[in-house]
């Protein structure tokens, strides 16, 4: 676990990645049905953070985060386990599995921005073709002159993903600012431990006792939720950010909103438009061009 894996173990980790991060979403949304959104959240959370605590048990990693590290650890669970987490569970109310993650994985659109201002990185042709390809799929899912402005389920639940993929956002820019101390892998465990804090904590002010339908279906979706879409694909990622280069897990992540949507179509019985086609067409063809620069000569 310590040591790189091989290129054909870390591609088929990755796939399971991939997979487990897209049908997350159709998850979520099944999940609703028996509990409020943020109990979902922490719930999903904490269970999470026990099998992480005796993945890392076992494994003589579990070691308390060095001080230089605690920034990096606060942000990444407070903005993007909890907030992203929260937002999206939230919004995925009042917005199909389908087009939820497609919004959802908008984030590297705004890191683009925010790395030139932030991080002083090059403002690059395929940069701003990228941003506009991207901003054009969102119009195009949008649609201004159809869509129902007087809806205002809809108009909350695509702000509030909207809202989690920037936070999202906002959490790589510091992460990629953060000059590491500890491994990923290693403060993984403390991130979902303070993720479930605050996301319990959400749910008790906002939501109070939690009121939860139990049966062996919502038992299996969050075994699901907790210990394949959080401890799992989390675990793997570190595995596979170790073992493959930067610009091809970049690439390869965005074959996870194409798994979403087919899941939210084969499980829930979404309509698959053609706006929603050409908008998820123009984001991911956004995102690659965006990123596509670190291919060239820059890490």
């Known amino acids: 676990m310590n040591q790189a894996l091989s290129r054909r173990s870390a591609f088929c980790l990755f796939a399971i990645v991939i997979f487990a991060w897209g049908l997350n979403w159709t998850v979520v949304k099944l999940t609703l049905e028996y509990m409020t959104p943020l109990w979902l959240a922490a719930f999903r959370s904490g269970l999470a953070a026990v099998v992480l605590f005796f993945v890392m048990l076992s494994t003589n990693k579990l070691r308390i985060p060095k001080r230089g590290d605690m920034p990096v650890v606060c942000s990444i669970a407070l903005l993007h386990m909890t907030a992203f987490t929260a937002l999206m569970v939230l919004g995925i109310q009042f917005v199909p599995a389908g087009r939820s993650i497609v919004l959802g994985y908008t984030t590297p659109i705004w890191v683009i921005p925010a790395a030139v201002l932030l991080l002083h990185e090059r403002l690059t042709a395929p940069r701003i073709a990228g941003m506009a390809m991207g901003f054009a799929g969102l119009v195009v899912m949008f649609n201004p002159l159809a869509f129902d402005w007087n809806d ?98 970049s690439l390869g992540v965005l074959a996870t909103p194409v798994v979403g949507l087919l899941c939210s179509m084969v499980v829930l019985g979404e309509d698959f438009s053609l706006a929603l086609l050409v908008g998820l067409a123009l984001i991911i063809g956004g995102i690659v061009l965006g990123i596509a620069w670190r291919g060239r000569g820059e890490a």
């Open 152 to 249: 205002e389920r809809a108009l909350l639940g695509n702000g509030l993903i909207l809202l989690s993929a920037l936070c999202w956002a906002i959490s790589i820019i510091h992460t990629r600012a953060h000059k590491w101390i500890s491994t990923p892998f290693e403060l993984v465990f403390w991130e979902v431990l303070l993720a479930s804090v605050a996301l319990t904590l959400l749910a008790c002010v906002f939501e109070g006792i939690p009121q939860v339908r139990w049966s062996v279906r919502l038992a299996l979706l969050l075994a699901y939720g907790s210990v394949v879409s959080v401890a799992l694909a989390y675990w793997a990622m570190a595995m596979v950010n170790r073992s493959l280069p930067a610009m091809t897990t």
